[in-house]
């Protein structure tokens, strides 16, 4: 959180919802082959944003820039699993912007099943630990 002269505390949680990329995901060779459309969510915290203050864009979050990286982690490889697509994509935002928690939401809003489904999705959560290393084991 960043902390103010004022006493007042703010923090800054970016949200990009139904990002829609054509992508070539899934568990069949014909999802991978053919491709089909997915839907993304992202959330995460901008840790440090003086845009709060300042109002200067230089100062908080480009949203081109985050969706550039999500399509280029849904784009440059296949994945069979949405879980394995939404952990890449997390775990790249909080490289790039040093979040402490990001939420990405994978969904396919026309999921090869025969059933009438409205979409199938699956939601990773990141969140940072600071746990202390151990130094090895204590000594009796």
Do not use: W
């Not at 009438?116 to 130094?135: F, K």
């Amino acid at each position: 959180m960043e902390s103010h002269e004022n006493g007042i505390e703010s923090s800054v949680e970016v949200e990009l919802r139904g990002l829609s990329i054509y992508t070539h995901h899934g568990v069949s060779d014909s999802e991978q082959e053919v491709g089909q459309r997915l839907e993304f969510d992202v959330s995460f915290d901008v840790p440090d944003c003086d845009a709060v203050l300042t109002d200067r864009i230089e100062d908080t979050v480009d949203y081109g820039d985050v969706c550039d990286i999500v399509t280029l982690a849904a784009t440059e490889r296949s994945y069979r699993t949405l879980e394995r697509l939404a952990q890449v994509i997390g775990q790249r935002l909080m490289e790039r912007y040093g979040c402490a928690s990001v939420r990405v939401r994978a969904a396919k809003p026309e999921p090869p099943l025969p059933l009438a489904i409205q979409e199938v999705a699956v939601e990773v959560v990141h969140e940072r630990t600071d746990e202390p290393e151990e130094d090895g084991p204590e000594e009796v």
